[in-house]
């Protein structure tokens, strides 16, 4: 297996299907008391798998000048990541892709390495993404990676992210 870096204008009209299953969440839980915040996220099963599936352009507008690679097994392609500069020496990865019948084989650890590496030799800082809370099988990967959790946006994707147990997760990794 091998990554290349790819052209991102052959990407621009591509549609992807994103999709995962997952028996657990980290529920958000906040409480003040005037004087002080707390701030929980507890670890929770799904009565049944949540699964969340959706098709959208890989090349959305909002990301303005994306870098990607590929992971490659001969001329078969297994995934894709793409990330980009972002104006405080970070590098955010928009997108990491493995195909459903390549997970579990290292793809995604290699993807990430190829993230990774663009981003020392570039001098960045760290690398950023996010997930939500809901998608426990991204959040463990990216914990066993290295990543951090930095923060969190309640109402990111709607008013009701946190009743949905769809929490934005920001994570970091430091370089």
Not at 53 to 68: G, Q, T, V
């Amino acid at each position: 297996m091998e990554t290349i870096a790819l052209d991102p204008e052959s990407l621009s009209r591509r549609t992807v299907r994103y999709s995962y299953s997952s028996e657990r969440y980290y529920d958000l839980v906040i409480e003040n008391d005037s004087d002080r915040w707390t701030v929980d996220l507890l670890l929770k099963e799904f009565p049944a798998p949540f699964v969340k599936e959706e098709s959208y352009n890989l090349l959305d507008p909002f990301k303005e000048h994306p870098i990607a690679y590929g992971a490659f097994d001969g001329c078969k392609e297994l995934g894709l990541v793409l990330f980009e500069r972002e104006w405080n020496n970070s590098l955010r990865i928009w997108d990491i892709l493995v195909w459903e019948e390549c997970r579990r084989m290292g793809v995604g650890r290699k993807l990430m390495d190829a993230a990774r590496d663009y981003a020392i030799t570039s001098g960045m800082r760290r690398l950023v993404l996010e997930t939500q809370s809901c998608n426990y099988p991204a959040i463990s990967f990216y914990l066993k990676y290295g990543f951090e959790l930095a923060g969190f946006d309640t109402a990111c994707y709607s008013n009701e992210d946190i009743e949905r147990r769809e929490v934005r997760l920001e994570f970091h990794y430091l370089l």
